[in-house]
Structures are given as structure tokens and as C-alpha cells.
């Protein structure tokens, strides 16, 4: 039993070596941040336009003048406000922690929350004159400005070909885009919302608040994605209108032919199915419309196509009547309408009128489908 209790321990096998950990990978941020660094910098100054820039503060001063006019409501506390677009500085005991303070007057915290008095009609077509004389109205409801720089676009086109490329989780913009991504999943949520309620909300609360948010209550959430084009994948996009109060569209690449715009009428009106325009992609330049606003992506041809897309809504306004009341129309005779505005996804008369347009019509059928009453979805 000694002997056998002496007998040596067969010898254990030596355990592996831990592994070092990987290094880390370097940042993706085409823009030389990391997500944190990228979040904290917020918007700078020079990324933007230097006539937009100069334009919007204009734009904000003015509001800030019709202060009669609009009332600040309670709304979700609004992102805090990056240092390139706060308003001007105040004193130095108002600053904390090196960072530029809120507006401390309540005309300028409208500038995040504009609820127009329904007592009081605003004269939306007179703003101050360089803005008039910066944005351009392409056709009635649509508003285009220059917006970015074009280094800024490159930038943000490196950010997004850098996380496409990575093995990070991508979540698609929205049921009709098959390739894109959704900019919340790049960390930059809290920059969209900024540019929601420091840029986008002044331009709707000058050409949209009184029609498109029921009086005007603030755009306090965002969804906002890149929708990317190209030969062999999205090429283009049917007929539809947004689930936004306002849209702002900009294009960030250029290099592409086709490609463009169209758009048709307003969603509930009798125009609906009616062109209206044909726009042009311009680098930079940003195009704002109601979501309602029906409209297409034409057919790319070459190249691709990259543009950053920010559905604007208002929280308020979605739980009101007003809201219900403009998505459920009552049904409506319609002009008759032209071919680039049908909808193979979405309207249910589609193959009635594409045939009826498409072949040259004698006078029984001229007669019918002048008797024929559409009715909106």
C-alpha cells in the first residue's frame, strides 16, 4: 500500500498559454473620432456652408424677433446644444464645465420648440432676406439650400463605406431600401437629433409648422439613415411619401448619373398623382419637403449614389387630432394622373391607368375614365 501510494502522479498536461488579448482596432470613424470623442465634438462650424451658416443665424434671429408670435411648449428636453450651433455666447459665469450654456432667453429656446399661436396668422413667405435669398422654393413645398461642405461630405462618406466594410451590426433604413444604414447605429443619434432641433426645426417652423404639424409643435424625434444606389443593387425607388412631418434629403456623393428626384403632389389633395418636379442632386445642397409630399427615386445609371435622409417628427402633434384627421382623408376625386407618379407598390389602380395611358385612347375611353372617381389610400 506504500509502494503504491508512492507510485509518482502521471504528469498533468501544461495548460495552455492565455492568449494576449487583440488589439484594439483601429477607430472606423472616417471622421478621426472615436464613438465617445465623435458624440462629445458635436457639429462644427465649418462643416456647414458658409452662406447657410450665415443665413441660419439670420433665419434664427428673425424667429427669435416673432417671439409674440410663438409659444414654447413642454416638450422632451431637447438635445444639449452643440457649441457651432448655440446662439451667441453668453456672460462667462453662465458657461459650466468649458461648454457653451442654452439659450438662456425664452424666444431663443423656441429656437428647439416652435408652437405658433393659432390666434395669430404668420406670414411664412417673408423671412429675412438672405435666407429668401439663399434657399430656393424648386416647386411649391419643396425648399433646397446649400447645406455641407464638400469636404464635410466626403468625410461622412468614408464614415459610412468604413462601417459598411466592418463586421458591426447594420440595420437597414426602411422596408424599401435593401442597402444603406441607419446613422444611429454609427453612435450618431444625438448629432442627428442636434441638427433636427437646431437646423431643421427654424426651416420648418418658417415654411412648414402651420401646415404640417397641425400649428407648428416642435420636430422632437428623428429617424435619419443613408440610402446608397448603384448598379446591381438599389437602383431606384417607387412612388411613396415618408412617415416624417418634415424631410430633409441631402446628397453626400456625387458620383453618379440619373438618379434624381421626382415629385408629385401632396398626399390628400387632388394633385396627389400630378408631377410637379424633376430635381437635380447637387453635392452638399439639401432638399426639405413635407413627408406627405409623394415622390421617387429615379433610375441610376452609373456611378453610386449616397444621400443622408433625416425623418423629422413631432410627438405632439402624432397624438393629436389634427394628426388623424390628415392621414385618414376622406375619399377624393383626383385629376388624372401622369405615369412617373404611379405607384406599382402602393396604388391599387396602377395596371388600370397604365394601360389606359400607355395606349392612345378612343373617345368611349375617354369618356369612362373621365367618369371614373380615384379615391386616396
Not at 498533468?12 to 470613424?29: D, H, N, V
Not at 471622421?31 to 434664427?60: I, K, N, V
Not at 424648386?138 to 466626403?154: K, M, N, R, V, W
Not at 397641425?214 to 440610402?227: C, E, I, M, Y
Request: hydrophobic share 40%; net charge negative; aromatic share 8%.
Amino acid at each position: 500500500q506504500q509502494q503504491q501510494q508512492q507510485k509518482p502522479r502521471p504528469q498533468q498536461k501544461p495548460r495552455p498559454q492565455e492568449q494576449a488579448p487583440p488589439e484594439k482596432r483601429p477607430p472606423l470613424w472616417g471622421l478621426g473620432h472615436t464613438l465617445e470623442q465623435f458624440s462629445a465634438a458635436g457639429w462644427r462650424q465649418e462643416w456647414f456652408d458658409p452662406e447657410f451658416w450665415a443665413a441660419l443665424q439670420d433665419l434664427r434671429a428673425w424667429l427669435e424677433e416673432q417671439g409674440e408670435q410663438v409659444v414654447a411648449a413642454t416638450t422632451p428636453a431637447p438635445p444639449a446644444t452643440p457649441a457651432a450651433l448655440a446662439a451667441p455666447a453668453p456672460a462667462a459665469d453662465s458657461e459650466m464645465d468649458g461648454q457653451a450654456a442654452p439659450p438662456a432667453s425664452a424666444a431663443a429656446a423656441a429656437a428647439t420648440d416652435f408652437v405658433a399661436n393659432a390666434n395669430v396668422k404668420r406670414a411664412r413667405a417673408a423671412g429675412p432676406e438672405r435666407w429668401e435669398q439663399l434657399v430656393r422654393e424648386d416647386a411649391p413645398g419643396i425648399y433646397s439650400f446649400p447645406l455641407f461642405t464638400a469636404e464635410f461630405c466626403d468625410r461622412l462618406t468614408r464614415e459610412v463605406k468604413a462601417y459598411e466594410a466592418s463586421d458591426l451590426p447594420k440595420s437597414r433604413p426602411n422596408s424599401m431600401n435593401r442597402y444603406g444604414l441607419v446613422l444611429a447605429d454609427l453612435g450618431l443619434g444625438p448629432l442627428l437629433d442636434a441638427l433636427v432641433a437646431h437646423v431643421l426645426q427654424p426651416v420648418a417652423a418658417l415654411h412648414f409648422a402651420a401646415r404640417e404639424t397641425g400649428g407648428g409643435t416642435a420636430l422632437d424625434s428623428q429617424h435619419s439613415f443613408v440610402v446608397q444606389y448603384m448598379e446591381g443593387q438599389d437602383t431606384q425607388l417607387d412612388m411613396h411619401t415618408d412617415d416624417s412631418e418634415v424631410t430633409l434629403n441631402v446628397n453626400i456623393c456625387d458620383a453618379f448619373a440619373g438618379a434624381g428626384l421626382t415629385f408629385c403632389g401632396r398626399y390628400g389633395t387632388l394633385e396627389r398623382r400630378v408631377q410637379s418636379l424633376s430635381y437635380a442632386h447637387v453635392k452638399g445642397r439639401a432638399v426639405v419637403h413635407a413627408g406627405l409630399h409623394t415622390h421617387g427615386a429615379d433610375t441610376i445609371t452609373a456611378g453610386e449614389r449616397f444621400n443622408v435622409i433625416v425623418w423629422a417628427r413631432s410627438s405632439r402633434f402624432r397624438t393629436s387630432p389634427a394628426y388623424f384627421e390628415r392621414q385618414h382623408r376622406p375619399h377624393l376625386t383626383e385629376f388624372e394622373p401622369d405615369l412617373t407618379c404611379l405607384s406599382r407598390t402602393h396604388d391599387s389602380d396602377y395596371h388600370y391607368w397604365l394601360r389606359l395611358l400607355l395606349h392612345p385612347r378612343s373617345p368611349e375611353l375617354e369618356e369612362s375614365s373621365n367618369a371614373k372617381a380615384d379615391t386616396v389610400e
